[in-house]
């Protein structure tokens, strides 16, 4: 069958301190609760292990490095990996990154998609990264991760995944149609992504009052004009006195929200998806094929 119940599983604030171990096991119950509702898939957040560090100058290299990961699974994200395994539950995750080549450190705003046998089946590096790189005195919270993370170097990739095509995403990534678009140009029919999106956008104050509308219009727009479902999965609530929006939700190819979380804590939002709706739209008003006119978009690949 090529329908799946999955999830999108929120979380709420990480506290700086709070060990990978604490934020594992509040994630392991959100997925034995996914299962208890029949999802086979778990959508986590960006950044899933720890708050959101880009929101503070951390100069201290041995004080940044904590935040990332060297190895996937390792010690701490291994419960994650054995519970898909025994549940029979495929997962999405977000992570800091961090690999040294040649003696060289590199850092990416990563994710993962692991099979529903406990397996890495997918990688993924934040492509769109906002923020600034240097510290700006003005700004109560930091958005560091142009300074804390590389551009990632992986494109959009799209994966057989449980019967269907799936890529990833990150965050920011989900303003950016030609995301969607060209996951969806590679045949993806889920995508999956994590967010921290503070409810403050600091540049145009005026704006902060439509980040939980900006946030679905995105996400919407990129099901609806790609023929795909998305599962939009935040970290939310108040994070070390910086307010992240919530609102994770599972919206369907035609655009429509299907189930949406209504708290800003850990919660869990489930919906059966069927990856065959998505030819409702890719066959018919959407059909890339017969309708797309790339010989007209030439300046959406100029740099
Ligand atoms: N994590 C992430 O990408 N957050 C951004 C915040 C706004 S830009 C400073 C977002 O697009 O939601």
Same mark, same amino acid.
């Given at each position: 069958?090529?329908?799946?119940?999955?999830?999108? /599983?929120?979380?709420?604030?990480?506290?700086?301190?709070?060990?990978?171990?604490?934020?594992?096991?509040?994630?392991?119950?959100?997925?034995?609760?996914?299962?208890?509702?029949?999802?086979?898939?778990?959508?986590?957040?960006?950044?899933?292990?720890?708050?959101?560090?880009?929101?503070?100058?951390?100069?201290?290299?041995?004080?940044?490095?904590?935040?990332?990961?060297?190895?996937?699974?390792?010690?701490?994200?291994?419960?994650?990996?054995?519970?898909?395994?025994?549940?029979?539950?495929?997962?999405?995750?977000?992570?800091?990154?961090?690999?040294?080549?040649?003696?060289?450190?590199?850092?990416?705003? /990563?994710?993962?998609?692991?099979?529903?046998?406990?397996?890495?089946?997918?990688?993924?590096?934040?492509?769109?990264?906002?923020?600034?790189?240097?510290?700006?005195?003005?700004?109560?919270?930091?958005?560091?991760?142009?300074?804390?993370?590389?551009?990632?170097?992986?494109?959009?990739?799209?994966?057989?995944?449980?019967?269907?095509?799936?890529?990833?995403?990150?965050?920011?990534?989900?303003?950016?149609?030609?995301?969607?678009?060209?996951?969806?140009?590679?045949?993806?029919?889920?995508?999956?992504?994590?967010?921290?999106?503070?409810?403050?956008?600091?540049?145009?104050?005026?704006?902060?009052?439509?980040?939980?509308?900006?946030?679905?219009?995105?996400?919407?727009?990129?099901?609806?004009?790609?023929?795909?479902?998305?599962?939009?999965?935040?970290?939310?609530?108040?994070?070390?006195?910086?307010?992240?929006?919530?609102?994770?939700?599972?919206?369907?190819?035609?655009?429509?929200?299907?189930?949406?979380?209504?708290?800003?804590?850990?919660?869990?939002?489930?919906?059966?998806?069927?990856?065959?709706?998505?030819?409702?739209?890719?066959?018919?008003?959407?059909?890339?094929?017969?309708?797309?006119?790339?010989?007209?978009?030439?300046?959406?690949?100029?740099?």
């Amino acid at each position: 069958s090529r329908k799946i119940v999955a999830a999108a /599983a929120q979380l709420g604030p990480i506290a700086r301190t709070e060990p990978r171990s604490s934020a594992v096991a509040r994630m392991l119950a959100l997925m034995e609760e996914a299962h208890r509702r029949g999802a086979r898939l778990v959508v986590f957040p960006e950044l899933a292990l720890t708050s959101f560090f880009p929101r503070w100058l951390i100069e201290d290299e041995a004080a940044l490095d904590a935040f990332y990961e060297t190895e996937m699974p390792n010690a701490d994200t291994r419960p994650l990996f054995d519970a898909a395994a025994r549940l029979g539950i495929g997962f999405y995750l977000g992570f800091a990154e961090l690999l040294t080549e040649g003696g060289v450190k590199r850092r990416f705003n /990563a994710s993962i998609l692991v099979d529903p046998e406990g397996r890495i089946a997918g990688r993924y590096r934040k492509v769109h990264l906002p923020g600034h790189y240097h510290p700006e005195d003005w700004r109560r919270f930091q958005h560091l991760e142009k300074r804390y993370f590389e551009h990632g170097d992986l494109g959009f990739p799209v994966y057989d995944f449980m019967g269907g095509k799936a890529g990833m995403c990150l965050c920011n990534d989900r303003r950016w149609p030609e995301t969607f678009r060209v996951l969806a140009l590679r045949g993806a029919e889920l995508v999956m992504l994590g967010y921290n999106t503070p409810q403050h956008y600091p540049q145009a104050p005026e704006h902060d009052h439509l980040q939980d509308f900006h946030n679905h219009l995105s996400l919407q727009a990129g099901a609806y004009a790609n023929g795909c479902w998305v599962i939009g999965t935040a970290k939310a609530g108040l994070e070390e006195g910086c307010e992240l929006i919530g609102g994770s939700c599972i919206v369907a190819p035609t655009g429509e929200i299907v189930a949406m979380a209504q708290t800003r804590g850990d919660e869990v939002v489930t919906a059966e998806i069927d990856l065959d709706r998505c030819s409702e739209l890719r066959k018919n008003i959407f059909n890339f094929a017969l309708h797309r006119e790339p010989g007209d978009y030439g300046p959406i690949c100029e740099g």
